[in-house]
C-alpha cells in the first residue's frame, strides 16, 4: 500500500520546456506539501496546502505553480524550465499542519 | 527562517557502535523531527519532539530534546547496517499551525560490517 505516491519518478527534460509533477496520498491527510531537495541534500519547503488551500508560499519563482484538485492530490507545474531547477522533488503530506509528514519516493528532475 | 545546523555532516561507525547525531538551533524550537533517508527514496519519519527534556525510543533510536528546546540528540545503540542512510533533523520554527518545516544539512551515517 503506498502511502504518498509521486509521478514519474525521474524526468529529463530541455531548458524552456514546462514540466508536471503529481502527486497522491492514499491516507486521508488534509494537508500536503512540495519540498524541492538540492543536489547537496538541502531539502526546502516550496508551498503547502491545507483542504485545497495555499497556506504556505516560500519565496519560490512564479514559475511554480502548485495546484490541489482535491485533498488527496496536489500537482506541481514549472514553466519555462531553467538548469537551476534540477532537483529532486518531494511530495509529503501531514493529518494538520504540525503533525508528522510523510514523504514521497521524490521526483528527480534532470534540466539539460 | 529557522537555522538548525546537524553535527557530525558524516560518521563510519564499525557495526555494533554506538553513535550520537546532535542537531542545534539558534531559536527555541517548537517541534523538532527526525528522519531518515535512505539513497535514492524519500523520507521515513522517526520521532517528533515537543516539550523540553522529552525523550523518545524507537528500537534501538532514542531521541531526546533539551530543557531549553534549542538542541536535540538522536542516539542509536549498537548501530547495524540498516541504520545507515542520511539523519535529518527538521524544526517548526514557531509551533504554528502552518507546518512549515526546516531541515538541517543532515548527517550521513555509514555503518560497515
Known amino acids: 500500500d503506498t502511502a504518498v505516491s509521486q509521478t514519474p519518478k525521474y524526468l529529463v527534460t530541455q531548458m524552456g520546456n514546462d514540466k508536471s509533477i503529481k502527486c497522491e496520498q492514499n491516507?486521508?491527510?488534509?494537508?500536503m506539501y512540495w519540498y524541492k531537495q538540492d543536489s547537496k541534500k538541502f531539502l526546502k519547503i516550496m508551498f503547502s496546502y491545507n483542504n485545497k488551500e495555499l497556506i504556505i508560499n516560500e519565496t519560490v519563482p512564479n514559475r511554480f505553480s502548485p495546484k490541489s484538485p482535491d485533498k488527496a492530490h496536489l500537482n506541481l507545474h514549472i514553466n519555462s524550465l531553467e538548469l537551476g531547477d534540477s532537483a529532486v522533488y518531494f511530495c509529503?503530506?501531514?493529518?494538520?499542519?504540525?503533525?508528522?509528514?510523510?514523504f514521497g519516493p521524490g521526483t528527480r528532475l534532470t534540466v539539460t | 527562517s529557522q537555522e538548525l545546523e546537524q553535527s557530525p555532516q558524516s560518521l563510519i561507525v564499525q557495526e555494533g557502535k554506538n553513535l550520537t547525531i546532535n542537531c542545534t538551533s539558534s531559536k527555541t524550537l517548537y517541534g523538532l523531527y527526525w528522519y531518515k533517508q535512505k539513497y535514492g527514496e524519500g523520507l521515513i519519519f522517526l520521532m517528533m519532539l515537543q516539550k523540553g527534556g522529552e525523550e523518545k525510543s524507537h528500537e534501538k533510536i532514542t531521541a531526546k530534546l533539551d530543557e531549553k528546546k534549542q538542541q536535540s540528540s538522536l542516539h542509536i545503540t549498537a548501530s547495524q547496517p540498516s541504520h545507515a542512510g542520511i539523519y535529518l533533523c527538521g524544526a517548526d520554527p514557531r509551533g504554528s499551525t502552518l507546518g512549515r518545516l526546516y531541515f538541517g544539512r543532515g548527517t550521513q551515517l555509514t555503518v560497515w560490517p
Open positions: 509529503a503530506s501531514s493529518q494538520g499542519a504540525g503533525a508528522e509528514q510523510y
Open positions: 491516507l486521508g491527510h488534509d494537508t
